[in-house]
Structures are given as C-alpha cells and as structure tokens.
C-alpha cells in the first residue's frame, strides 16, 4: 500500500485565481492520477502524471486548465486554473502500486474545492 | 462536513442485516474489477477485488461477486455495521492504468 497526502485539504477561491494542490507519497511509484469528483459524481481521471515526461490529459481536460508537474517519484502538483464555480469539486491524486498482474490504486484524501 | 454522492442512490440498511450493492460495469473486455469505500471526507479506499476469471471472492465480511453474462458485480456486506455507512464504488480496468468508476451507491446504517 501506499500513503498518501494532499495539501491543501479544502480551499474556498474567487472565480478567476488558481490553486495549486500538492500531493506527496511516501514511497516511490511510476504513476501518479489525478482524479475530479463533483458533487453528485463518480471519480473521472483528468490525467496521468508520469515522472519525466509530461502528463497525459484525458478528453475533455487540458494542459492549458490543468497544469501538473511530477519533479520526482513521489511528488506531483495539480493546478487548476482561471478558476470558475464550475470547478468546485473533490480533486484526488492516486498512486499505482503494482500487486503482481494487476496494479491497485490507492487514493490520497483529496482537496475539496469551492469555486465563488 | 459536507458528503460526497449528495444525489446518489442510497441503500438503507438496518445496523446487523446483510447488505447488497450493485453495479453494472460497461465493457465485456474488463479483466478486473475493484470495491472502492469513500467515507465523507475522505478518498475512495480499496475494499476488495476480483479478476474476470473469478465469479466471486470473499474478504473480511466482504464477498464480491461477478457475473459476465450480464457484466454485473455485486458487494455483499455480512452483519453490516455503523461503520459501513458511506458511499461505495465499483471500479473496472482493461488492463490498463485507466479505472473506470460506477456511479456510487450510498449505504446508510440504521440503529
């Protein structure tokens, strides 16, 4: 397993700003999700932060709205920018760990956020 | 604090009976499928999993069954407890990195 954290845990920001969530893990691991859950909602995967290489954007999510950076194994950032009421949600981080054939992923707290 | 899956279906159970929750997964091609629980405040944590080739497996008060004919899974919660109240997903994979999450089932204990 893995431990996972993100800061901040909750943030309530004006329409326009960005926010910058950090998530840490206490092990090295290869990739690294990031994940929205609105209120209501399942988890969808925005993208997938691999180390070195830029991350990979699932359709309807952008580079341009949600920058992420992954300097090293254990640390990623998501930010979400020129923000609107629209973006309150949940944003998860998760981690793969490998289980043999198939990879669990283990899921950080998540960082609710209240767009005004 | 606020909860998540505010308009999510909800199953009431009565605090020691058993519990069913369901989920219809979306592709036959799936090889494996997790039960995620997500307390209010918290991140989906791993409760059990099942490969394709499996039609059910058994934890710790936890049994997981599978059907392909019909892509259904289902979550069966023994004795259900207090603590099990929280919203519950199903997650596929097609043997990839990508999970694809169901919708969510809350579960609500009643004493």
């Known amino acids: 397993s893995a431990v996972i954290s993100q800061k901040p845990s909750r943030d309530i920001c004006q329409r326009g700003t960005s926010l910058t969530i950090q998530c840490q893990v206490d092990s090295q691991v290869t990739m690294m999700f990031w994940y929205r859950q609105q209120p209501g909602q399942s988890l969808t995967l925005i993208a997938t932060a691999n180390q070195g290489s830029e991350a990979t954007y699932e359709s309807g999510f952008v580079i341009d709205k949600f920058p992420i950076s992954r300097p090293n194994l254990t640390f990623s950032t998501l930010t979400v920018s020129n923000m609107s009421p629209e973006d309150s949600s949940i944003y998860l981080c998760?981690?793969?760990?490998?289980?043999?054939?198939?990879?669990?992923?283990?899921f950080g707290p998540g960082t609710r956020l209240t767009v005004l | 604090g606020e909860s998540v899956g505010l308009h999510l279906p909800t199953l009431s159970v009565q605090e020691g009976d058993n519990s069913i929750i369901n989920c219809a997964y979306s592709n036959s091609a799936s090889d494996y499928f997790i039960w995620y629980k997500q307390e209010s405040g918290k991140g989906p944590q791993f409760i059990i999993d099942?490969?394709?080739?499996?039609d059910k497996r058994q934890g710790q008060r936890v049994t997981v069954l599978l059907n392909k004919t019909v892509k259904h899974l289902s979550l069966q919660i023994a004795a259900t407890q207090p603590g099990d109240s929280a919203v519950y997903f199903c997650?596929?994979?097609?043997?990839?990195?990508?999970?694809?999450f169901g919708t969510g089932t809350r579960l609500k204990v009643l004493a």
């Open positions: 997650a596929e994979n097609q043997g990839t990195y990508k999970y694809i």
């Open positions: 998760s981690v793969e760990i490998s289980g043999g054939h198939y990879n669990e992923q283990f």
């Open positions: 099942i490969r394709s080739n499996m």
